[in-house]
């Protein structure tokens, strides 16, 4: 459990010289310091690491001590066991085993698995998502914004159920965030020598060749360099981004319910470790049997919280590398999202941080979901209050709360995986002409005739028209999806394919983000050169191409007008 949260093997890690008042590298280029040596919880982390290196009895090679605490600790999660139930497994284990390494109680064995930092602290929230009880509102019994009880009702009402014997029972809020600090979990990072060597990459291994392999290579990088002089000057600092999707974690069992995982990715590490998932920061869980939507805000408030505190004054953190406290700092450069949808128009003008600061100076919003009662005895949900001259404004992001965000010259990224996907999935119930999700259909051919082109292509009154160009008939379905049922693949490469083809129905399912990942970059180039005029398969090859040339390891910036065009 140590290797997978803190990326920390038994073959790098030297506890005796991590401890110790001497340097571990004199050679190593010096940065500023507070203080040599760690701190009490430096210390308490690698006595965490003695523990995960001491065998839980002499010959034993399967568990050390703390593997075996952390998987009892896991079965008592699993089984809903009592503390009292653990302490007593625990002393009948230290009876029986005279010379294992285990903890006299559960209160002992508590204190030893605490010391692995995945701790989490819960923030009651409205249900309605109004507001947080946290802060100066964390005494608060109900919403200030829609005044809903904090606490789930009982039968009769009442928020303080009654246990059989007359007993209060601890009362239960309506809906919970699970917060990670931020703090804790970057400093993490600095506690082994082999992990700050990665946190320092963007720095050390500098780029020559005026190619695009990192987001340190990008222009938004450099311009947040020379903005910020102070922060830029320790490599240390860390940078992050944030991104955020929901997923229902029943499947089809249940659709009201969703959850919003807050992911942070730490952009101090090289291409190959940043955006793999061992790298990710879990910063918070939201939960909820609606999506947040406009009132995310609410939610970010301890984040952007910690991200103020972490740019503002830094936090104490000890490098392992150098044996010495260290001013930690952090900046959140940007966010990852999906595509937004877009009219048919020219594109907006582009405006600055600040200008778009300045616009938002008047815009207050009340976020919120609050039910209201119609005549007919409907129960709707009000959308955000926005108290604003500027409509087309939404909200203020709480992003702006960070000092340094309107000067930033990127502040939201496109998820190229996830726009690869939507287009891949449009282009094969296109050509495919799957009803219901084929993007030519009846209003598609009603807007051309509105539009005054392509008349052969209007539909009549009866709403009827005539395929299309790209349109495939059954006998080149049969051969295109024959062709994506026979490719095979190296393992690990793509999922099984084959599976997602139903050449009975002659359509596709199914398909997970990375296996149109795959087919758009390389499958479908080749499965529809014979079954599509050559003026349709040359337009998809070159869409294809675009997205395999912007998925790519190595970028070269010369291309992108080329791309662009």
């Known amino acids: ?78 089984c809903e066991l009592s503390n009292k139930a653990m302490s007593m497994i625990l002393e009948l284990l230290k009876d029986a085993f005279e010379h294992a390494e285990i903890p006299d109680s559960f209160y002992e064995a508590k204190k030893l698995i605490t010391k692995l930092g995945l701790n989490y602290s819960q923030i009651n929230a409205c249900p309605n998502d109004c507001m947080l009880y946290w802060g100066e509102d964390e005494s608060r019994e109900t919403c200030k914004v829609c005044n809903t009880s904090r606490w789930k009702q009982s039968r009769k009402g009442n928020p303080t159920n009654m246990s059989g014997g007359g007993k209060k029972r601890k009362k239960k809020p309506v809906k919970v965030l699970q917060y990670f600090p931020l703090k804790p979990c970057l400093q993490r990072l600095f506690m082994s020598s082999k992990t700050i060597e990665h946190m320092r990459w963007h720095y050390v291994d500098s780029n020559k060749d005026g190619l695009m392999r990192h987001p340190r290579d990008s222009e938004a990088w450099k311009r947040f360099d020379e903005t910020h002089l102070e922060f830029a000057s320790d490599p240390r600092n860390v940078r992050l981004g944030l991104a955020s999707d929901g997923f229902n974690p029943f499947g089809t069992l249940s659709t009201n319910y969703s959850i919003w995982p807050v992911i942070l990715i730490p952009y101090n590490l090289p291409p190959w ?37 972490l740019w503002d004054g830094g936090v104490e953190t000890f490098d392992a590398s150098l044996n010495q406290m260290f001013n930690m700092r952090a900046a959140f450069m940007w966010t990852i999202s999906d595509f937004p949808g877009l009219e048919f128009r020219n ?148 999922s099984n394919i084959a599976r997602c083809i139903d050449l009975k129905h002659r359509n596709i399912f199914g398909l997970k983000s990375h296996d149109s990942h795959i087919l758009m970059e390389q499958l479908l180039p080749i499965s529809i050169r014979n079954v599509l005029p050559n003026q349709v398969s040359a337009v998809l090859v070159d869409l294809c191409s675009i997205f395999r040339q912007i998925c790519g390891k190595v970028l070269n910036p010369l291309d992108f007008d080329k791309l662009q065009r």
């Open 347 to 494: 594109p907006p003008m582009a405006l600055s941080g600040s200008e778009i600061f300045k616009q938002l100076e008047n815009v207050h919003v009340t976020f919120g979901k609050r039910m209201e009662v119609e005549d007919n005895r409907k129960r709707t949900r009000q959308k955000n209050i926005v108290e604003s001259g500027c409509q087309h404004w939404r909200k203020k992001s709480i992003f702006f709360q960070l000092p340094y965000w309107e000067y930033n010259l990127l502040r939201h990224n496109l998820d190229v995986m996830h726009i690869e996907k939507n287009v891949c999935d449009k282009v094969l119930y296109t050509i495919l002409n799957e009803s219901g999700k084929t993007k030519d259909n009846v209003n598609a051919r009603k807007d051309l005739k509105e539009m005054g082109i392509r008349s052969n292509l209007w539909p009549n009154e009866n709403g009827q028209y005539q395929p299309s160009l790209f349109t495939m008939s059954n006998a080149q379905k049969d051969v295109f999806l024959t062709t994506l049922k026979n490719v095979l693949v190296l393992d690990g490469y793509s």
């Open 1 to 78: 459990m140590i290797n997978d949260a803190f990326w920390i093997s038994r073959d790098h890690v030297n506890v005796e010289a991590c401890t110790s008042h001497q340097p571990v590298h004199e050679s190593e280029e010096r940065m500023p310091e507070l203080n040599q040596g760690p701190n009490e919880e430096t210390k308490a982390f690698y006595d965490l690491v003695r523990d995960g290196n001491q065998a839980l009895y002499e010959g034993c090679t399967k568990y050390s001590k703390l593997s075996f605490l952390v998987k009892l600790y896991h079965i008592k999660c699993l």
């Open 273 to 309: 470790m940043c955006m793999k998932q061992t790298s990710f920061i879990l910063s918070m869980i939201i939960l909820g049997k609606q999506m947040p939507g406009n009132d995310i805000d609410v939610y970010l408030q301890p984040l952007i919280k910690d991200l103020k505190d």
